[in-house]
């Protein structure tokens, strides 16, 4: 059975740092790429950041760029995101899921690229 589980979440001053992680079972993820997504309120979920299931690509979208870093840890398979220099802007629920074995980008890193989802992780950036 297919289960993702996001912690690390909470609440964090502007310019502060979280790290996100994501661990998963039921399946390995060296055949599949894990995505982070995010939804704040009254918007719609978007993507954030994804790894391909060989690690060896990742893909940012252009708000997170220079701040967040992805990362896996096979061992514990468990997908990371690492969250610097927060924004208000960045206040959602984070959500991790699982997809095909490479990642899309651009317009095609859309939610209806998954059929797996966690339950989601809260952020709160504010002061």
């Known amino acids: 059975q297919v289960q993702l589980v996001e912690s690390g979440g909470g609440l964090v001053q502007p310019g502060g740092s979280l790290r996100l992680s994501c661990t998963a079972s039921?399946?390995?993820?060296?055949?599949?790429?894990i995505g982070w997504f995010r939804q704040a309120p009254g918007k719609e979920r978007e993507g954030v950041s994804c790894?391909?299931?060989?690690?060896?690509?990742?893909y940012y979208v252009d708000s997170v760029k220079g701040r967040f870093t992805i990362s896996r840890d096979k061992a514990k398979n468990t997908v990371y995101l690492q969250m610097n220099s927060l924004k208000v802007e960045d206040t959602a629920l984070y959500y991790c899921?699982?997809?095909?074995?490479?990642?899309?980008?651009?317009?095609?890193?859309?939610?209806?690229?998954?059929?797996?989802w966690g339950q989601g992780t809260q952020v709160t950036v504010s002061s």
């Open positions: 039921g399946f390995t993820l060296d055949y599949s790429a």
């Open positions: 790894i391909s299931s060989s690690a060896g690509s990742t």
């Open positions: 899921a699982k997809g095909s074995l490479y990642c899309p980008e651009g317009d095609f890193f859309h939610p209806s690229w998954s059929d797996y």
